[in-house]
């Protein structure tokens, strides 16, 4: 057994100081696209043009950088269908939040937009058994009051109203993508299923855009170079965010995303004028404290555990196999003294050949899903175990007050070869993983 020191924090505040400038950049680009696109509707082009443009030019951008990743663009076949099914709340968030800045302020129109957490609360009590905690509540009648005191209750005319609604359905749209995709991208890479869900999303848009009777007579070369303007900030808001989803993980990066209704107001005023009272001000803070509290009580993985037990972190790069046996083995042989848990840092999907010869022993993970670190980054543990060389030397540091060792297996998914071989090989290396298990795990966790 090698018992590794954990990575120096000084580096690995670097790295946190790295995901967290490129979750500002996805931020401000975010904001920028919509700032550069109701320049362009303000001046007579019409949303279907703008929007088909726009998440071309984004979808191109995200395409290239997942092939540049991750080499591949697939994901299973069940989530694959779902994700492009995710195109729809696509299209309707684009249509309502852009469509909305014809009849009100950006900086209103943004801050409906963003009252989308609210509605991913009571749609995933249904999605995911979310409970609907009085902290949520209390932070969404906060956010409320904030929008109140932002909006000034200027709704005069019709047009405004129309204006707020579509800004309300891209919120109601935004709190369906978020819940819908959160259990998707449980058994699926989540840039795959945010670049299917963008493709999907596209698509309609150019349909929409050729089956209307939408004006082309304002798309100049001027224009057009906005809308492309446009899309590129999407684009690079949208690599930026996974860049810094894999660093600091999705709580911490749901939270930073929350500068984006600052940035959006921010160049609002800067570009089209509009005013910053003290009112305005108070009630966007109010809205953005709300959504802040909603992230932050978002719940963490990890459950209370009985007085006693120890809680073991089983790491490898994909958590796809070995932490993934790791954790099954674990938890049906020694529950009554350890609780454990399995992570990746590059999470996937769990591998069926490890679900099948687990099942073979009498243990069932069929019900795992690969998980990223993100979710264990501020919980206390007593024992983190890296089980690949490579999750080793890429596993950020964990501060926490853990022990942190280190024990490779081979990786049975890098076997080639007939499905028997492939079978023979996840059999060896779970075999290989529960004699040591048996062997060592008390003196690990305990000595």
Known sequence: MKQEAAPQAGMTTKRQ????????????????????????????????????????????????????????????????????????????MGIGYLGATRYIPVSAAVLIFYTGPFFTIFISRFTEKEPITAIRIIALLVAFLGLFLALGVQVTNMLQMKGMLSALMAAIAMGTFVSISSVTIQAADPQGVNLHALMSGTLLFVVFLYTGDEPARAVTSVNLLKLCGSGFAIGIAYVAFYAGLKIIGPVKASMLMNTEPIFTIALAAAFFGEELSFMKIVGAGLVIIGIIAITRNSGSRMKSLPMGRKKVLFICTHNSARSQMAEGLVN?????????????????????????????????????????????????????????????????????????????????????????????????VRDQIREWLKGELDDICCG
């Open 332 to 428: 049906a042989l020694y529950s009554d003294k350890y609780q454990a848990y399995s992570a990746g840092t590059e999470a996937s999907q769990v591998n069926p050949f490890a679900i099948e010869v687990m099942k073979e022993i009498g243990i069932d993970i069929s019900h795992h899903k690969s998980k990223g670190l993100d979710g264990f980054l501020d919980q206390k543990l007593d024992c983190v175990i890296t089980v690949c060389d490579h999750a080793n030397e890429t596993c950020p540091f964990l501060p926490s007050g853990h022990r942190r060792l280190h024990k490779g297996f081979e990786d049975p998914a890098s076997v080639t070869g007939p499905d028997e071989v492939k079978r023979e090989a996840f059999r060896r």
């Open 17 to 92: 100081w790295v995901g967290t400038g490129l979750l500002l950049l996805s931020g401000l680009g975010f904001a920028s696209s919509i700032i550069i696109a109701s320049m362009v509707i303000k001046r007579g082009v019409g949303v279907d043009t703008s929007n088909a443009v726009r998440y071309l030019i984004a979808t191109i951008l995200l395409f290239v950088y997942q092939k540049s990743t991750v080499k591949s663009v697939k994901i299973p076949p069940r989530e694959r269908y779902i994700a492009l099914g995710l195109g729809i709340t696509v299209f309707i």
